[in-house]
């Protein structure tokens, strides 16, 4: 008795159903999407072609006036540039605490791992606000490091300079984002097998060549992830730069702000919205397409052989290489 009709027929009845059920699982995210991502960009991308009059409300008429206003003044400019220099400051300097940190953590603690890194996570568990706050209490004209300063006989007045800075945003930052490094980074070097750095030490590679050589470029992916978290988090940011930078050292989230609140221009606001959402885009696009490039390039060389040496053809160097064996 041929069964193939009836289990086709049978395929077939169940076949709505669990495309209903995948509609009732996809439908409620997307439908989140659409309404609070999707919409709300496209309504910043037509206001900002529209007009304002002379009370600053937004009039619907075609203008250009916003986009020629942020491509002529300096201001938007030099205000986006310093952000871009504050991010990639922040992120030079959490990548560099975040990799020989993760680094310890992963290959040199043997006991009490899962604690160290869960002291390294609890930092997310406080509010933003009380972390950035809290900065703003060390370095104060009062704070802790000035009082510090002047108990030690180091400074007879308290230092101005600490609070209030383009340093003091980084500093705050810098702690606020490291987090979000370290654990991609710490990821990545869990999953690198440890027989590949057995193998590179027993080529003769020391603990130094065997880091640049095998361990940081397997953990890459992870490094440009978290890379990618701080900086984009970083352009995003406008609490920092107000409670630690104050007024002279606003970043262009900042701007936003003050377009859409004190200044009431939002098709200006809009224009500066949109231009970083471009920005934070290609820069993903960019660090998506990196991270591919380098998976193909691992690939092709794990093809030609792991754990040689350059210019060692993938020998071992006590292999015999002519014909006595």
């Known amino acids: 008795m041929d069964t193939a009709p009836a289990a086709k027929a049978s395929i077939h009845a169940q076949t709505p159903p669990k495309r209903r059920a995948l509609l009732f699982l996809v439908l409620p ?3 989140w999407l659409l309404c609070f991502l999707v919409l709300p960009y496209l309504g910043l991308f037509f206001q900002s072609f529209l007009g304002t009059n002379d009370l600053g409300d937004v009039v619907l008429e075609p203008s250009l006036d916003a986009w020629k206003a942020f491509f002529t003044k300096t201001l938007y400019r030099s205000t986006l540039l310093y952000t871009f220099k504050i991010a990639l400051t922040v992120t030079s300097l959490a990548v560099l605490f975040s990799v020989p940190l993760a680094y310890f953590i992963a290959f040199k603690v043997r006991r009490g791992k899962e604690l160290l890194y ?3 996570i609890v930092p997310l568990w406080v509010s933003y606000i009380v972390r950035a706050y809290a900065w703003k209490i060390i370095l104060g004209r009062e704070g802790i490091l000035n009082s510090f300063l002047q108990w030690a006989k180091i400074t007879d007045a308290p230092v101005e300079a600490f609070l209030y800075s383009e340093w003091a945003i980084i500093i705050g930052l810098v702690h ?3 987090p979000f490094v370290l654990m991609p980074v710490y ?6 097998p ?3 750095v057995e193998a590179s030490k027993d080529l003769g590679a020391g603990r130094i060549t ?3 050589r095998v361990v940081l470029p397997l953990s890459l992916p992870g490094v440009i992830a978290g890379g990618t978290f701080a900086f984009v988090l970083t352009l995003g940011d406008f609490l920092a730069p ?3 930078g104050g007024t002279d050292n606003l970043m262009i989230s900042n701007v936003v702000q003050n377009l859409f609140g004190t200044s009431n221009d939002r098709p200006l606001g809009s224009v500066v919205g949109i231009v970083l959402l471009v920005v934070v885009v290609a820069l993903l696009e960019t660090t998506s397409r990196a991270e591919k490039s380098f998976a193909s390039l691992e690939s092709g060389r794990g093809r030609g052989g792991l754990g040689a040496q350059p210019g060692s053809s993938g020998r071992s160097p006590h292999r015999p290489t002519g014909g006595a064996r």
Not at 187 to 192: L, R, V
């Open 29 to 31: 995210p997307a439908l």
């Open 210 to 212: 065997t880091f640049f």
């Open 187 to 192: 990821t990545a070097f869990e999953q690198i």
């Open 118 to 120: 869960s002291l390294i």
């Open 242 to 244: 107000v409670l630690l």
């Open 194 to 196: 440890r027989s590949l």
């Open 176 to 178: 606020i984002y490291t």
